[in-house]
Structures are given as structure tokens and as C-alpha cells.
């Protein structure tokens, strides 16, 4: 579907028992594809999915993030907004369109810290001097992000390289939560304290998990704690069957 400027992938619950949607943002070297298996569960639950697709030709973190909202703002309810790696910082940009924000494996950088060292070997050496479109970072990288083809521009990864990228530290009125794991090269669980800080999240730490979250062996169980969190901190009025959602998983 079309979603204000962004493709969406929907997947649609049996039975809707949520007011409202969920709406999943990919990270870089990723497509909406990737939240198969999140969506899947969830909407078993209840919930309707919403899978964006970042614009490929908006080399702009601000960019992005205004793409986010207007997608958010086009659908019939605020959402709850989860976002993986990249997609974690739009997400946590979007303060007052949306219902709550889920932030998974997000990545860090000015001003709060050094940007991600992964980042720097995105590509080879040629592509980054052209500034061609850059492939996954290689090498002890390849585990954090395996897509080997899907490519993003050498400006948006330089500008998340050298620029304060990161959402302005706010009093947000929805609730916030950051999942790191504690095997995340990426986002190393201080980096990801250091960031639910700056942005007034609540910070889970998950077991035996690295930076891929959504696809990696152990993704029911992270999903499972991705859901009782919000269960519990969006409200009973999102629930059009409260008592069978709150049943443990």
C-alpha cells in the first residue's frame, strides 16, 4: 500500500484486536522484508503490521524522518512505531505523531558518542571516494548485517558518520523502550544506556543477542518481550481484548 510518501507491506491479523497499528521501520542494508517473521507473530496477535520502505533516493537522515511522520500521520490512528538499527533513530524522531516508539539495536552516534565504527567499512575503499552506493559493511561486520545486496548512499552513511543524527533529548509523552542485546557490536549495551538517557527510554537488555535482532536464530523470544512491553505501557484503551493480551506468552 501507499502510506503518505512511503510503499508500505501490510500484514493483517485475523482478528484486530488493537485500535491501533504497528508501524515497522527497517534499518540500513535492509528492506521491509526483514520484519517477516515479527509481523507474523504480532499479527497472530492482533496487531496489524505495517512494513515501510525508506525512499532510496533521500540521503537526508532529516529527510527520512519527515517521511516517517507523514507516514505515521497517514494512517488512521497514531501508531506505535518500531524501528530496528537506523530505522530506531527515525522512529525516536517521531515524538507527538505517534503512540508509543519500540527502538531495537539502535544505532548511536554525535552527539552522544562516536559514530559506529561498522559504518566506517561500508563499501570498499573506491565506493566511498565516489561516492557510489555502498554495500554492508564486511568482515566481522557481515554477522550485524547480512544483506549483501541491498546498497544505501555514501551521503546518508557519511552524514550518520560526521552529524549530529540522534533525536534532541525530549520530555516525549508517549512511552519509550530501547532493546539492545548484550552480544551487539554495533550498539554496545553502554552506547544503548547511554541513548535511552538521552532520549527518556526505559532500556531492556536481551540475552544472547546480537545486532540482528529480527532475523537471527532467537527472534520469537525477543518479539515475545517486544510484545509484553507494549502490552503493558500503551494503555488498556488500546486494547480491544485486554484480558486474552495480557495472557503469557
Not at 484486530?16 to 542494508?29: D, M, R
Not at 559493511?137 to 555514501?154: D, F, I, S, T
Not at 546480537?210 to 532467537?218: I, N, R, S
Request: proline share 9%.
Amino acid at each position: 500500500m501507499q502510506l503518505g510518501p512511503l510503499i508500505a507491506e501490510v500484514t493483517n491479523p485475523e482478528t484486530e484486536k488493537f485500535t491501533a497499528s504497528l508501524l515497522l521501520v527497517h534499518g540500513l542494508w535492509e528492506r521491509p522484508a526483514t520484519w517477516r517473521r515479527f509481523a507474523g507473530y504480532l499479527a497472530h496477535r492482533g496487531w496489524r503490521c505495517v512494513a515501510v520502505e525508506r525512499r532510496i533516493d533521500a540521503p537526508d537522515v532529516a529527510a527520512h524522518v519527515r517521511d516517517l511522520r507523514a507516514a505515521a500521520a497517514a494512517l488512521e490512528a497514531p501508531p506505535i512505531v518500531i524501528g530496528h538499527d537506523f530505522g530506531a533513530l527515525l522512529a525516536l524522531g517521531c515524538s507527538s505523531v505517534v503512540r508509543a516508539v519500540v527502538a531495537l539495536a539502535p544505532l548511536v552516534a554525535a552527539p552522544v558518542a562516536a559514530p559506529p565504527a561498522a559504518l566506517q567499512h561500508a563499501g570498499n575503499w573506491l565506493a566511498r571516494w565516489r561516492g557510489a552506493p555502498l554495500r554492508a559493511p564486511r568482515g566481522r561486520w557481515r554477522v550485524a548485517y547480512p544483506n549483501r545486496v541491498v546498497r544505501e548512499p555514501a551521503p546518508l552513511v557519511r552524514q550518520i558518520l560526521s552529524a549530529a543524527s540522534l533525536p534532541d533529548p525530549v520530555t516525549a509523552a508517549e512511552p519509550r523502550a530501547v532493546f539492545t542485546g548484550e552480544r551487539d557490536e554495533v550498539t554496545p549495551v553502554p552506547l544503548a544506556e547511554t541513548l535511552a538517557n538521552h532520549v527518556g527510554a526505559e532500556l531492556q537488555v536481551l540475552p544472547d543477542t546480537g545486532h540482528d535482532m529480527l532475523t537471527a536464530p532467537g527472534w520469537e523470544a525477543r518479539v515475545a518481550a517486544v510484545h509484553r512491553w507494549m502490552i503493558r505501557h500503551s494503555g488498556v484503551d488500546l486494547l480491544a481484548l485486554y484480558d486474552e493480551a495480557m495472557q503469557p506468552e
